[in-house]
């Protein structure tokens, strides 16, 4: 059936892309203003919401301002001109850049400061704290810093990135002369100096900012100011002519560091003559200027949420193991490939332990003779991954081990580049990506030799392969030793690291080759289905593609239930008359990140049977059209049923709930009855005493 004829126009279709991720970040903001938070993490979503806005506009904005500078004359999807859409977008975030600071000004350091926990100015400070303070500077702090000034035969200094500076104006008495000059603060010293008795802290560069004279001796300084500057930090690779991935990105990288400034970060009392001077060096406009309440930098503030004071933050939670991988007792180790012979496992993370359940998959691997070969994607790992461990044992041992180490994640470009020369010295194969995409998908294939043959195990999930993530983000993995699902992984990896085109997967729903189209077919039977039985139901963390959302209007135009679980990007329009009004959205926003992909079909392929699929790819053009994802079916009818289960919970929530309908988000009436991550929590250690028993 064709999409119906509406009379809404073109461009009223679909929301702002950027405005509804501004939208989402202040539904992160809002988490810092519910004083039912508890203090120290109201103290961290500050920060969150901080750092998340430093990523949009070294990505998102820097795009805008490119496309802008290229001429491009595209509009968006819902018909703003790229001048348009960066004003709209530079205005919204300037209100919410406002409403932190005033969040962290008002309720936030009041709370604190009704807590015992005080956020000092230099001025608030007795004689004997500045005299602490003087010794602390001497001696840890003035070593360190390296005034820059600039006159005819200094230029102006570099402003890196996201670095915080001061800009000071001095005089010198004897000609009257004034310059500028700039001093960083070092990055590698703490935000905040904490006082003796650790319950005081004080801004760094106030404290740098006081003593400002020991850097300028027999200088007169008139006027001493925080600004800082954000840059482009989107790589800018061409894989058609690139010949060695690695040494580009991590030329790019070099480059990163010098890209044009998007953005102006500066104190409010700034005067107006070091304002002329920062936008015409930085070649920026007045409009890319912020003036902040604040102190600069709120992502800063994981310093203050460190401080041990466990009753001003979240419970501990810690994730139980999940029951089938318990071990039969102390003296027998668990066979998780027995385990798996026995039947498909979905995990769920943060609720179900990652350690005891993915990691304890690929060290088993690792260590088993038996185990042939071990297939894994990485895109983003931790720090000291025991995972990269695991593989480099099985190198060691002389299993065949594969790695596909996704070098152009954003951000973790330089890790990446590190896991992937510790890996290559360590005999495994390591495949850096593939021309034009990126390989998002996780995925993990083990080979093992038995009786009947080699037999594949798989992991298929939603998350990275992240034991530190794993413990705050929302995430699915399906474990199993079905034959086509091994098979499927077989094509697919043989895909990444060799070549081929004519690929065929039997159960996966693959990007760039199925994904899109199997999920047209999956929503199209929907409205073809019985009249009231057509329901989808979409866990997701960005709604963007047009082509998908259209798909989606078309269904909810011939009655069918849609309800959707969006964290982030929402670009749909819910509850149109005449468009949408079939269709529900709703985002999860609270103290875990709502991260894993569940597409839920009740009419499934045309059999009847509801369809339940997971994986790594949200409904986005990157992620349809240029990226490699996996998506896999989950067949057991347990599993599916405690997936419906999961989704039924999203949708009953009504204390982090916030619902869309047509362009604004509001927050669910608060009732209270069904916090969704205490829920999940409970029914995770639920199942885990019931195993016991």
Same mark, same amino acid.
């Given at each position: 059936m064709a999409p119906p004829e509406q009379e809404i126009?073109?461009?009223?279709?679909?929301?702002?892309?950027?405005?509804?991720w501004l939208d989402f970040n202040e539904r992160v903001l809002a988490l810092a203003q519910d004083p039912a938070t508890p203090l120290l993490e109201r103290v961290k979503f500050l920060a969150i919401f901080s750092q998340n806005l430093d990523e949009f506009f070294q990505v998102r904005v820097a795009t805008i301002k490119n496309r802008i500078a290229a001429g491009v004359r595209t509009r968006t999807a819902d018909g703003l001109s790229q001048l348009e859409q960066l004003r709209l977008v530079q205005s919204r975030a300037s209100e919410l850049s406002k409403l932190a600071d005033e969040t962290f000004m008002g309720p936030i350091r009041g709370a604190l400061d009704g807590c015992g926990i005080h956020l000092s100015s230099w001025d608030e400070l007795d004689e004997d704290d500045r005299a602490w303070m003087g010794e602390e500077y001497q001696s840890r702090i003035f070593p360190v810093l390296t005034p820059l000034a600039v006159d005819p035969g200094h230029p102006f200094p570099y402003i890196s990135s996201l670095s915080l500076n001061l800009g000071v104006v001095v005089r010198d008495p004897s000609t009257g002369n004034t310059r500028f000059a700039r001093v960083k603060v070092p990055s590698l010293l703490p935000r905040f100096v904490?006082?003796?008795?650790?319950?005081?802290?004080?801004a760094l560069e106030n404290v740098i900012g006081a003593h400002i004279d020991s850097l300028f001796p027999g200088m007169e300084v008139l006027t001493s100011t925080a600004f800082r500057v954000t840059r482009n930090a989107d790589l800018s690779l061409d894989d058609d002519d690139t010949d060695d991935l690695m040494a580009s990105i991590e030329s790019e990288l070099r480059r990163r560091r010098f890209g044009k400034a998007v953005r102006l970060e500066v104190e409010d009392g700034l005067s107006d003559e070091m304002l002329e001077l920062l936008v015409e060096e930085l070649d920026i406009n007045e409009t890319d200027v912020v003036r902040r309440e604040a102190p600069l930098d709120l992502g800063g503030l994981w310093a203050v949420h460190a401080i041990d004071r466990d009753e001003l933050k979240y419970s501990p939670y810690i994730p139980v193991t999940p029951p089938r991988m318990r071990r039969d007792d102390d003296d027998e180790a668990l066979d998780m490939f027995r385990v798996l012979r026995n039947g498909d496992m979905l995990v769920h993370h943060p609720y179900e332990g990652f350690v005891s359940s993915v990691e304890e998959f690929i060290h088993q691997a690792a260590v088993d003779p038996k185990v042939l070969a071990i297939k894994l994607t990485l895109y983003r790992t931790s720090g000291d991954s025991p995972i990269v461990a695991?593989?480099?044992?099985?190198?060691?041992?002389?299993?065949? /081990?594969?790695?596909?180490? =996704?070098l152009k994640a954003r951000f973790d470009e330089e890790r990446n580049i590190e896991w992937a020369r510790r890996l290559e010295n360590a005999g495994v194969h390591v495949v850096y990506g593939l021309v034009g995409l990126k390989i998002h998908?996780?995925?993990?294939?083990? /080979?093992?030799?038995?009786? =009947?043959?080699?037999?594949?195990?798989?992991?298929?999930g939603t998350g990275n392969y992240n034991s530190i993530t794993a413990r705050i983000y929302e995430d699915l993995g399906l474990f199993t030793a079905d034959a086509m699902v091994g098979q499927d992984l077989m094509q697919l990896f043989n895909y990444l690291t060799g070549y081929a085109r004519d690929v065929r997967y039997e159960r996966l729903l693959v990007a760039p080759h199925t994904l899109r189209s199997g999920l047209k077919a999956l929503i199209r039977n929907e409205r073809s289905a019985p009249a009231g039985t057509g329901h989808i139901t979409m866990k997701m963390n960005s709604l963007v593609d047009p082509d998908m959302i259209d798909e989606l209007y078309a269904a909810s135009s011939d009655g069918v239930r849609i309800d959707l679980i969006i964290r982030g990007i929402c670009c749909l329009r819910p509850g149109v008359p005449g468009l949408s009004e079939n269709i529900t959205v709703r985002s999860i926003v609270g103290r875990y990140l709502e991260h894993s992909r569940v597409y839920a079909f009740a009419n499934g392929s045309g059999g009847g049977e509801p369809v339940y699929l997971i994986g790594s790819a949200d409904l986005m053009p990157r992620n349809l059209d240029h990226r490699v994802e996996a998506v896999t079916p989950v067949v057991d009818p347990d599993l599916k049923a405690r997936l419906s289960e999961i989704l039924d919970a999203n949708l009953a929530d009504d204390s982090l709930a916030w619902a869309l309908v047509d362009s604004k988000w509001s927050e669910v009436p608060r009732r209270d009855t069904l916090e969704l991550h205490e829920e999940l929590e409970h029914r995770a250690q639920d199942r885990s005493a019931a195993a016991v028993r």
């Open positions: 126009n073109e461009q009223s279709r679909y929301l702002n892309r950027e405005l509804s904490v006082m003796p008795d650790g319950e005081r802290f004080v695991s593989l480099v044992r099985a190198a060691e041992a002389g299993k065949q /081990v594969a790695v596909l180490v =996704e998908t996780k995925i993990c294939l083990v /080979v093992r030799n038995e009786p =009947e043959g080699a037999r594949t195990y798989c992991h298929i």
